[in-house]
């Protein structure tokens, strides 16, 4: 690809407060970081042949990963994102893993001017929308602002992709999706449920918006992609997520407990009708999600209309057999409490992934240990904290 470009409103900022620590060695080195920084795009990209893939919210826990996929098969990557929950440190940690510097817009994904602008620009023949908010309560407080970013933003990307006739679509939409699903495993046939809170229906309502724009226009080629229960990190320990508040989700908060930032993890529920009472999840490690949607876009190439895949392991694990997992990779003991269910949560949920397999040739291959044992590489890594399976 023979591409020049040459930005407009491109700056470059000498980075004064990275969080890198030279004198620790599990640290990035420090560099200068110069980002582009693109509010408003205006003319001046010129770029002949090629082609990219624009990924939104691609600063994010997920989105970095699937940037980072791509770019290490030698693809060039515009990221769009607003960092309202991300560091413009994970667009450097990217770079640096990728030898391969993806472009940076910070930018929101319901400003339609800027699409209109970036798909005019950039070569994009493909995107992928991850761009969202994900946090259940916070959805549950604060409605209004998750349907305007999550379906307003699925809205306004759709709406600029038709008009710039980019109509390859991959969607981070969720296994939320089926409610409390009466058979399992899950397949993607399951009749969709109610979802009991607003992030969930976002997702839903925003899938229900793709479908139907597939529908109206046989050019469009979508994938949704429901994703079970991502955990992990990059196995560099270079990339993972990064909660910028109390986290909502199981590993993340273990995480903290096992680094001493929380004194004890609380278990919702032991009286599910599961073996041991707590509630059974798939998790899937967040590089084989990545490689899923690499898989998609692929097949999407030479398909049309509306496709469905789950991506999960196909098996599940209770709370308790994660923190006993999680307790065996790092030696760590983690102090527990059983208190009330969660309101929303569901007994058991794991995917039907055999139609990800035969479709697509993808299979998550990532065991429970390598994920619990990667985000706790990348948890010590963000702290500066010594590994403790290195330390004994
Ligand atoms: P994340 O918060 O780490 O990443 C989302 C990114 O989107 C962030 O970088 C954020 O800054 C950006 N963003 C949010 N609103 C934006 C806007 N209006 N314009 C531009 N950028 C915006 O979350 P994640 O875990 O990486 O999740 C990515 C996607 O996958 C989300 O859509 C989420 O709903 C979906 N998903 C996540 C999970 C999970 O467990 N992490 C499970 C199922 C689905
Ligand atoms: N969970 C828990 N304590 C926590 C967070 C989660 O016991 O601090 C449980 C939760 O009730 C569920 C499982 O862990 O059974 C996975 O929850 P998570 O929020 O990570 O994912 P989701 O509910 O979206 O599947």
């Given amino acids: 690809m023979n591409c020049t470009y040459r930005l407009a409103n491109k700056v470059e900022l000498a980075d004064q407060s990275s969080p890198y620590r030279p004198e620790q060695?599990?640290?990035?080195?420090?560099?200068?970081?110069?980002?582009?920084?693109?509010?408003?795009?205006?003319?001046?990209?010129?770029?002949?042949?090629?082609?990219?893939?624009?990924?939104?919210?691609?600063?994010?826990?997920?989105?970095?990963?699937?940037?980072?996929?791509?770019?290490?098969?030698?693809?060039?990557?515009?990221?769009?994102?607003?960092?309202?929950?991300?560091?413009?440190?994970?667009?450097?940690?990217?770079?640096?893993?990728a030898g391969k510097r993806p472009e940076f817009i910070q930018g929101d994904v319901r400003n339609r001017r800027l699409l209109d602008?970036?798909?005019?620009?950039?070569?994009?023949?493909?995107?992928?929308?991850?761009?969202g908010l994900k946090a259940v309560g916070e959805s549950v407080r604060e409605p209004l602002r998750y349907f305007d970013t999550n379906v307003g933003g699925s809205l306004t990307l759709c709406q600029a992709m038709a008009q710039a006739g980019v109509f390859h679509l991959v969607f981070s939409s969720s296994a939320t999706v089926y409610g409390d699903c009466a058979t399992l495993p899950i397949n993607e046939n399951c009749a969709t449920g109610q979802p009991t809170n607003p992030y969930g229906m976002s997702k839903l309502m925003s899938e229900n918006i793709m479908k139907s724009v597939a529908s109206s226009d046989p050019r469009w080629s979508i994938g949704l992609l429901r994703y079970f229960n991502p955990i992990g990190a990059h196995p560099s320990g270079l990339l993972g997520e990064a909660p910028t508040s109390t986290p909502n989700n199981l590993l993340p908060y273990l995480l903290e407990v096992a680094s001493g930032q929380r004194a004890q993890l609380s278990v919702f529920g032991n009286d599910y009708p599961t073996p041991d009472g707590t509630g059974i999840r798939d998790y899937l490690h967040v590089v084989d999600l990545a490689l899923g949607h690499v898989c998609a876009l692929g097949a999407l190439r030479d398909r049309h209309g509306v496709s469905i895949w789950n991506l999960g392991t196909g098996r599940g694990y209770s709370v308790l057999e994660v923190v006993s997992a999680f307790e065996q990779v790092t030696g760590i003991k983690i102090p527990l409490r059983i208190e009330a269910r969660?309101?929303?949560?569901?007994?058991?949920?794991?995917?039907?992934?055999?139609?990800?397999?035969?479709?697509?040739?993808?299979?998550?291959?990532?065991?429970?240990?390598?994920?619990?044992?990667?985000?706790?590489?990348?948890?010590?890594?963000?702290?500066g904290q010594v590994d403790v399976r290195q330390a004994n």
């Fill in 25 to 97: 060695p599990w640290f990035l080195p420090p560099h200068r970081r110069i980002e582009t920084i693109y509010e408003a795009i205006a003319d001046g990209v010129t770029c002949e042949g090629g082609r990219m893939i624009l990924i939104t919210g691609g600063a994010g826990y997920i989105g970095a990963h699937v940037a980072l996929q791509w770019l290490g098969n030698g693809e060039d990557v515009v990221i769009l994102d607003n960092l309202c929950n991300s560091q413009r440190a994970a667009i450097e940690r990217i770079s640096t893993l």
């Fill in 117 to 131: 602008n970036l798909l005019r620009d950039y070569p994009i023949d493909a995107v992928v929308h991850c761009a």
């Fill in 342 to 383: 969660r309101p929303g949560d569901i007994a058991r949920c794991w995917a039907d992934p055999q139609k990800a397999l035969e479709e697509l040739g993808w299979q998550a291959s990532r065991s429970l240990h390598s994920m619990l044992a990667d985000a706790w590489r990348w948890q010590c890594n963000q702290l």
